[in-house]
């Protein structure tokens, strides 16, 4: 294509499938998702795209499974082999303290759930812990095979976020560390979530090679 004095490209890496469609092929849709070096491999990488956006003050605003690419052949490899990934659609990014443009249910936080319910979604201030609570519903997503919200539809999800009432059950990932990490993440108070750095010191990520747990 021919580009003019003021257009700009982003040239990314071909990938061999999306995260979700690797997740489906190794542990089967909702028969259990990635385990292993696998796990671990897809969950660092979500976290580094995560700290490379905060460092430089901007909010994701939708990370989920669809949004990363694997770049290494994983088609015949079984679930221990790992995994190379990398995030795309990072247009969606938009500057701390601004207010989100687009947004996925299944990836918002509560916080901002309950504004769009109310109809104060344009004065949605994001902060990082935006992305901390998307991480989180990531990472459950690709240890248990399923989204949270499986078979729910958008407004369903948000009228479950925006109730009061709403806390997250952790029991389908068997995993004790990366539950952990996980809950830290799903905090519904947004004060409470951990920061990126935090998260990427967590035991799960400094210890998993020593037995995955």
């Not at 003050?57 to 490899?77: A, M, R, Y």
């Not at 319910?117 to 997503?141: K, N, Q, R």
């Not at 709403?166 to 920061?195: A, E, H, Y």
């Amino acid at each position: 294509p021919q580009f003019g004095q003021n257009a700009c490209a982003l040239v990314l890496e071909a990938g061999h499938q999306d995260l979700k469609s690797v997740m489906y092929a190794r542990g089967g849709k909702g028969e259990g998702g990635l385990d292993g070096p696998a796990m671990r491999d897809a969950a660092l990488a979500a976290a580094r795209c995560v700290e490379a956006m905060h460092r430089v003050d901007l909010v994701w605003t939708d990370l989920k499974p669809e949004n990363f690419i694997v770049t290494t052949d994983s088609i015949g490899c079984d679930g221990d082999c790992p995994l190379e990934v990398k995030g795309i659609d990072l247009e969606s990014a938009i500057p701390k303290g601004e207010t989100p443009v687009d947004y996925s249910p299944e990836a918002s936080p509560p916080e901002f759930a309950t504004d769009f319910h109310d109809g104060l979604a344009l004065d949605h201030v994001l902060e990082f812990t935006y992305d901390i609570w998307s991480l989180g519903m990531l990472l459950y997503e690709l240890s248990t095979g399923k989204s949270y919200f499986e078979h729910e539809s958008p407004d369903e999800i948000t009228q479950m976020l925006s109730s009061p009432d709403f806390k997250v059950d952790l029991r389908n990932v068997t995993r004790n560390r990366l539950r952990n990490l996980i809950g830290k993440c799903l905090q519904t108070d947004p004060k409470k979530r951990p920061s990126i750095t935090e998260v990427l010191l967590h035991p799960y990520f400094l210890t998993t090679g020593l037995g995955w747990y």
